[in-house]
């Protein structure tokens, strides 16, 4: 299974659509994670991401790896962001393609409830009246 994992400022949909798409899918299922314009009813401005790189791209093939072994994946993209987001941008895209939508759908939902579980990335929430640390993924 090919597959493509990066963290970087910014990342699109479309890219990780490009990447798993072949002529032998018959299924690609993504999830796309954006910045919610609140939390717990406080207005967010903006989000900062920040992540031990070496150790979140490991996990992110472990997560790769993993689905494999599971489903019939054929290819697999797993994106995030690092730095500074707005509400409504994109944070996290995950790609999957696979022959049958089936193993499509289930290998996505495993790779972001396990990369939410796994992967050290960190946000820094952003409000009128302060800011605040939180996992991005706890």
Request: charged share 25%; net charge negative; aromatic share 10%.
């Amino acid at each position: 299974m090919e597959h493509w994992t990066r963290i970087d400022h910014s990342i699109t949909v479309q890219e990780a659509v490009d990447f798993v798409q072949s002529p032998a899918s018959g299924g690609i299922v993504t999830f796309t994670g954006t910045v919610r314009n609140q939390t717990q009813q406080r207005p967010v401005l903006k989000l900062f991401f920040e992540c031990y790189e070496p150790m979140a791209l490991l996990e992110m093939d472990k997560i790769v790896q993993a689905a494999k072994e599971k489903w019939p994946v054929q290819r697999m993209a797993i994106l995030h962001v690092k730095g500074e987001k707005l509400p409504g941008e994109v944070v996290v895209v995950i790609a999957v393609a696979a022959a049958h939508r089936a193993a499509a759908f289930e290998a996505c939902q495993f790779a972001i409830d396990t990369l939410k579980e796994t992967v050290p990335i960190w946000k820094k929430e952003f409000f009128e009246d302060g800011e605040v640390w939180v996992a991005a993924h706890p």
